[in-house]
């Protein structure tokens, strides 16, 4: 037994607690619930409750007459995602290794499809969230979290054909190989690859500039950090502790000042923290 390598373990795996806990807790905040069906609606309900009886009967007899309307025009049943986006989503259960997934149901609105993180199982999030709210007839995919789900394919490639999504959560799994090249084009703004088996280098990551948060912390990537992250300049979390990245930190990083959360530590980097530090205001976790 490498002690060496045991201790190294046991202290990645402790600061993966802590930073679940963190990242979590940004996360909470609510600051990257980009689209939220389930919550638009209630908002939707909670203000449809202070509306006296006869304007709330007009308000259902407009909805009526809408998805009559909508039915007319659209062929699909409503609140279904397209067919092709459905093949899409096999692709991609094959690829990440989830056997599962019912696809003899709907998926925007079986409950087989959704079991999101609870007080219990705080680590553990399986559900997909539609759009089906103007969005033509048809539903979109936005959200895919499959967080502590045992998963040990890869990071799928046919994401790129679900181009609305926004979110992706592939936490705590057993995915190894690369970031596909795919990605590249992909408009995510929120991106979890945490405490996985993948390597390789994180260049395409640099091209999904709509990112607000990614972190791929506790995996094997290496190489330096590409300079071209410095264009992703909404983020506002970048986590990559607990890998072996190299090279010195491009001083274009600097220019990403909505950064709340930064972390780098746990790696191999050379040379010191630019001096353009500061430009960092938003920072409120730095961790090195
Ligand atoms: C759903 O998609 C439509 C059309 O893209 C968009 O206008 C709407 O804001 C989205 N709804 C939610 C809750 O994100
Ligand atoms: C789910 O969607 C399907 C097809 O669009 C529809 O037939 C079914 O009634 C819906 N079920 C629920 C519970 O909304
Ligand atoms: C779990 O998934 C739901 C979608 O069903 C999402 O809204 C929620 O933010 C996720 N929670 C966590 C803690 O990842
Ligand atoms: C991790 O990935 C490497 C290849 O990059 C592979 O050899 C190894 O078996 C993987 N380990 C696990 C636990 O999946
Ligand atoms: C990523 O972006 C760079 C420069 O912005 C571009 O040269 C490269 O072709 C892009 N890569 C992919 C795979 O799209
Ligand atoms: C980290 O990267 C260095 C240099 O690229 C390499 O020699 C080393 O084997 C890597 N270590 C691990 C744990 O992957
Ligand atoms: C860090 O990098 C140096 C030089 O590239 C290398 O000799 C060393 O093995 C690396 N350390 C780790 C833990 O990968």
Same mark, same amino acid.
């Given at each position: 037994?490498?002690?060496?390598?045991?201790?190294?373990?046991?202290?990645?795996?402790?600061?993966?607690?802590?930073?679940?806990?963190?990242?979590?807790?940004?996360?909470?905040?609510?600051?990257?619930?980009?689209?939220?069906?389930?919550?638009?609606?209630?908002?939707?309900?909670?203000?449809?409750?202070?509306?006296?009886?006869?304007?709330?009967?007009?308000?259902?007899?407009?909805?009526?007459?809408?998805?009559?309307?909508?039915?007319?025009?659209?062929?699909?049943a409503?609140?279904?995602?397209?067919?092709?986006?459905?093949?899409?989503?096999?692709?991609?259960?094959?690829?990440?290794?989830?056997?599962?997934?019912?696809?003899?149901?709907?998926?925007?609105?079986?409950?087989?499809?959704i079991?999101?993180?609870?007080?219990?199982?705080?680590?553990?999030?399986?559900?997909?969230?539609?759009?089906?709210?103007?969005?033509?007839?048809?539903?979109?995919?936005?959200?895919?979290?499959l967080?502590?789900?045992?998963?040990?394919?890869?990071?799928?490639?046919?994401?790129?054909?679900?181009?609305n999504?926004?979110?992706?959560?592939l936490?705590?799994?057993?995915?190894?190989?690369?970031?596909?090249?795919?990605w590249?084009?992909? $408009? +995510?703004?929120? @991106?979890? *690859? %945490?405490? /996985? !088996?993948?390597? =390789?280098? #994180?260049?395409?990551?640099?091209?999904?500039?709509?990112?607000?948060?990614?972190?791929?912390?506790?995996?094997?990537?290496?190489?330096?950090?590409?300079?071209?992250l410095?264009?992703?300049?909404?983020?506002?979390?970048?986590?990559?502790?607990?890998n072996n990245?190299?090279?010195?930190?491009?001083?274009?990083?600097?220019?990403?000042? $909505? +950064?709340?959360? @930064?972390? *780098? %530590?746990s /790696? !191999?980097?050379? =040379?010191r #923290?630019?001096?353009?530090?500061?430009?960092?205001?938003?920072?409120?976790?730095?961790?090195?």
């Amino acid at each position: 037994m490498d002690l060496g390598l045991a201790e190294v373990s046991r202290q990645r795996s402790m600061f993966r607690e802590e930073r679940e806990s963190l990242v979590g807790s940004v996360l909470e905040s609510g600051a990257f619930n980009t689209q939220n069906p389930v919550g638009f609606l209630e908002g939707k309900m909670a203000k449809l409750a202070c509306i006296p009886v006869t304007v709330f009967s007009f308000i259902v007899f407009v909805i009526v007459f809408m998805c009559i309307g909508a039915n007319k025009v659209e062929a699909q049943a409503p609140g279904s995602l397209p067919a092709n986006k459905v093949e899409a989503l096999q692709e991609i259960a094959t690829q990440v290794g989830k056997k599962d997934w019912n696809f003899k149901v709907n998926q925007c609105n079986d409950s087989s499809w959704i079991t999101p993180a609870s007080s219990q199982r705080p680590l553990y999030n399986n559900s997909i969230v539609c759009n089906c709210s103007n969005t033509g007839g048809v539903c979109h995919m936005v959200s895919i979290f499959l967080k502590g789900k045992n998963l040990a394919g890869i990071l799928p490639p046919s994401l790129v054909k679900l181009p609305n999504l926004k979110e992706i959560d592939l936490n705590r799994n057993y995915l190894s190989g690369m970031i596909p090249r795919e990605w590249a084009s992909m $408009k +995510l703004e929120f @991106l979890s *690859i %945490s405490t /996985n !088996n993948l390597s =390789g280098c #994180i260049d395409y990551l640099a091209n999904i500039t709509t990112l607000r948060a990614l972190s791929i912390e506790s995996n094997l990537f290496s190489g330096p950090v590409p300079p071209g992250l410095a264009n992703l300049v909404d983020l506002e979390i970048l986590v990559l502790n607990a890998n072996n990245l190299t090279g010195e930190l491009p001083v274009a990083l600097t220019s990403l000042t $909505k +950064l709340r959360v @930064l972390g *780098i %530590s746990s /790696n !191999n980097f050379t =040379g010191r #923290i630019p001096d353009s530090i500061q430009s960092w205001k938003q920072l409120q976790i730095l961790e090195i």
